[in-house]
Nanobody
Framework: QVQLVESGGGLVQSGGSLRLSCAPS????????MGWFRQAPGKEREFVAA????????VYADSVKGRFTISRANAKNTVYLQMNSLKPEDTAVYYC??????????????WGQGIQVIVSS
């Protein structure tokens, strides 16, 4: 069982930046693809970005391309989501997940608890 812990969320003004981090609690293998999803109030959870275990494959949702960057540091077992040029519509609870690289929730076996990101206009 892999437990994931997100950090770095908070409140930011429109146009600002935040960096989310996600790391497993306890010892675990780094051979998982990692993904970020988000869920806004009243909406379904949606894919944001994913990165393969070696960083060779990276996928973004169209809504965040050019603004968000996913990366990972396997030595630290940590995945990051750098979010720039944030918009109010980016407001959501952000979840990290571990599994196979892909845009579907079913690609992932393990999920974090989620962290709130609020972008004020």
């Amino acid at each position: 069982q892999v437990q994931l812990v997100e950090s770095g969320g908070g409140l930011v003004q429109s146009g600002g930046s935040l960096r989310l981090s996600c790391a497993p609690s306890g010892r675990t293998s780094s051979n998982y693809a990692m993904g970020w999803f988000r869920q806004a109030p009243g909406k379904e959870r949606e894919f944001v970005a994913a990165i393969s275990w070696d960083g060779g494959t990276i996928v973004y949702a169209d809504s965040v391309k050019g603004r968000f960057t996913i990366s990972r540091a396997n030595a630290k077992n940590t995945v990051y989501l750098q979010m720039n040029s944030l918009k109010p519509e980016d407001t959501a609870v952000y979840y990290c997940a571990a599994g196979s690289v892909g845009p579907s929730m079913t690609d992932y076996n393990y999920w974090g608890q989620g962290i709130q990101v609020i972008v004020s206009s």
